[in-house]
């Protein structure tokens, strides 16, 4: 007799699917910019972590490897998708990466990281316990008074109540031009219907948070959202310090609320 898989089964092996794609390699293999908000939180912190240890969690293709080692060469980026930490090694040979799970840090010795990041929304693909799970090993392995940068996607965003989207048509008066379109466009759509219609059963939405259906990589992922509040009630239940500051995408730091679909915060843990 076989068990019906759970709710945080189910929604990740969705999203380790998508994210061991070689679609989703070769998309997260090329970036090595940050964003105005990653760059305002790693500007923040740049004095107090330079040449301490970081953990770069869910590194991806290494968009932020970069970056993050200009502040200290004693660097690990860890990723679930054994692709992506190939994709890493191949990128920038002799860096630290190991394939490793961020619910479950074995490999991190308590109290030993002086910044943690979790970056692309990452945290925001596992769902409701394997969150929670994550959030207690940071702050395991976080040096007292460390930082947590991560980003999450925002609930009081209009996505978080967006239905299905068709892909954008952008017409041609060449003929040539407009067939290969319309053909890319009938294909594109054909993957989000199929995606949409065996994906958004398994959506969740309670008071404090709501695991999307998310048009993300043509809707193939299921991406939790949570409000700035409940976000902060959330860390200081697993340890964090009250009222961790906040930042939109374009930088500008949250005072009265946010309508934009991703924040970034900056999570302490108490000295």
């Not at 998508?18 to 997260?28: D, I, K, L, P, T």
């Not at 912190?45 to 968009?63: F, K, M, N, T």
């Not at 994550?134 to 940068?149: D, N, S, Y």
Request: proline residues 6%.
């Amino acid at each position: 007799m076989h068990s019906t898989p759970s709710p945080e089964h189910v929604i990740d092996e969705i999203n380790q699917q998508m994210m061991r794609s070689s679609a989703a390699v070769e998309q997260y293999s090329g970036p090595e910019y940050l964003l105005a908000h990653e760059r305002a939180a790693f500007d923040e912190l740049a004095a107090e972590v330079r040449g301490q240890p970081i953990l770069d969690l869910g590194v991806g293709g290494g968009r932020t490897v970069k970056a993050l080692r200009a502040l200290s060469e004693d660097y690990l980026g860890i990723d679930y998708s054994p692709e992506m930490v190939a994709a890493c090694r191949a990128r920038f040979p002799g860096v630290r990466f190991e394939l490793a799970d961020a619910r479950n840090l074995v490999t991190v010795p308590d109290a030993s990281i002086a910044l943690a990041v979790f970056s692309c929304n990452g945290i925001s693909m596992v769902g409701h316990a394997d969150r929670l799970a994550i959030l207690r090993e940071v702050h395991r392995v976080l040096r007292p008074g460390g930082a947590f940068v991560f980003t999450t996607y925002n609930r009081d965003s209009p996505d978080a109540t967006s239905g299905f989207e068709f892909p954008e048509f952008r017409p041609s008066a060449n003929p040539a031009r407009l067939l290969v379109r319309a053909y890319r466009w009938v294909r594109e759509t054909a993957v989000r219907v199929r995606n949409r219609r065996r994906f958004v059963p398994h959506e969740v939405r309670t008071a404090e948070y709501a695991v999307i259906n998310d048009r993300c990589h043509d809707f193939g992922v299921m991406l939790y959202y949570i409000t700035l509040a409940d976000q902060r009630r959330q860390l200081e239940a697993a340890g964090f310090a009250p009222d961790a500051p906040a930042f939109e995408h374009t930088g500008r730091r949250i005072t009265d609320g946010s309508r934009l679909d991703s924040m970034l915060l900056i999570a302490r843990k108490p000295r």
